[in-house]
């Protein structure tokens, strides 16, 4: 399908991406993206995704619902033995395709992300076979400083008050690293994608549009 042209800042940032062998694609509105993804998705592959209001937003998730896919996360929901279910997640976090979100990137490239309990950015390392990473422009940030700062007091912070936990940060509005320990903590693991080894296998789909936490 055919891609927007990037704007001068975007540009330089996907030059950034393929000396990290990542690439990226840029839609400008959150419809193109959605349609990008589903263009990249092949019929009958598995397909798993990570937590992400993004996806949420931009419909990608209705659409792993109703699509032609093999889509293990409504089966795992109805998973009641502890046990069996935490399998079942293990398993999908090596999915042949992983959709997701980012909490931050960086001008030069950096891309990271928190987690609770750390199945997603499993995946984004090394589990699946192809990641693709959605994002709206108002992930990037200047360097890994303003990342931490954003994963914790923006993208952590709001994830606890959608959980409804009581965190902290979800109490305050700030982190407070030193006394949050415990189940709650949402962003107990930490990744920071750098490089890519393996060719094709991380595309960053950015979005001209403010989205996500
Ligand atoms: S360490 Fe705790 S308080 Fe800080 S952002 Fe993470 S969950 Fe919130």
Same mark, same amino acid.
């Given at each position: 399908?055919?891609? +927007? $042209? &990037? ?6 940032? /996907?030059?950034?991406?393929?000396? %990290?062998?990542? $690439?990226?694609?840029? &839609?400008? @509105? ?9 263009? %990249?998705? *092949?019929?009958?592959? +598995? ?6 209001? +993004?996806? $949420?937003? #931009? ?8 699509? *032609?896919?093999? =889509? ?9 033995? *502890?046990?069996? %279910?935490?399998?079942?997640? %293990? ?5 042949? =395709? ?6 931050a990137?960086t001008s030069a490239?950096e891309?990271v ?18 990641? #693709? ?5 108002? /992930?990037?940030v200047p360097d890994l400083g303003a990342a931490f700062e954003r ?8 994830? !606890? ?5 009581? @965190?902290? !940060?979800?109490? @305050?509005?700030? &982190?407070?690293?030193?006394? !949050?320990?415990? *189940?709650?903590?949402? &962003? ?8 890519? /080894?393996?060719?094709?296998?991380? !595309?960053?789909?950015?979005?001209? $549009?403010?989205?996500? =936490?």
């Amino acid at each position: 399908m055919e891609l +927007t $042209e &990037c704007p001068p800042a975007i540009a330089s940032l /996907k030059r950034e991406l393929a000396r %990290r062998n990542i $690439e990226l694609d840029y &839609c400008d @509105t959150g419809t193109a993206a959605r349609n990008l993804v589903l263009s %990249r998705l *092949p019929a009958g592959a +598995t397909v798993m995704n990570g937590g992400s209001a +993004t996806l $949420e937003q #931009i419909g990608v998730l209705d659409a792993l619902r109703t699509g *032609p896919y093999e =889509y293990p996360r409504p089966k795992i929901y109805l998973i009641n033995d *502890p046990v069996k %279910r935490l399998a079942a997640r %293990r398993n999908a976090s090596i999915a042949d =395709y992983f959709v997701g979100g980012i909490n931050a990137i960086t001008s030069a490239g950096e891309i990271v992300n928190s987690d609770g309990s750390g199945n997603r950015i499993a995946a984004y390392a090394f589990g699946a076979g192809k990641l #693709i990473l959605v994002a709206g422009i108002n /992930k990037i940030v200047p360097d890994l400083g303003a990342a931490f700062e954003r994963m914790r007091n923006v993208a952590a912070r709001d994830e !606890c008050r959608h959980l409804g936990v009581d @965190t902290p !940060c979800a109490l @305050t509005g700030n &982190c407070d690293n030193a006394s !949050c320990r415990g *189940p709650q903590r949402q &962003c107990g693991k930490v990744l920071i994608i750098e490089n890519e /080894k393996v060719s094709g296998r991380i !595309c960053v789909v950015l979005i001209g $549009e403010e989205l996500g =936490y």
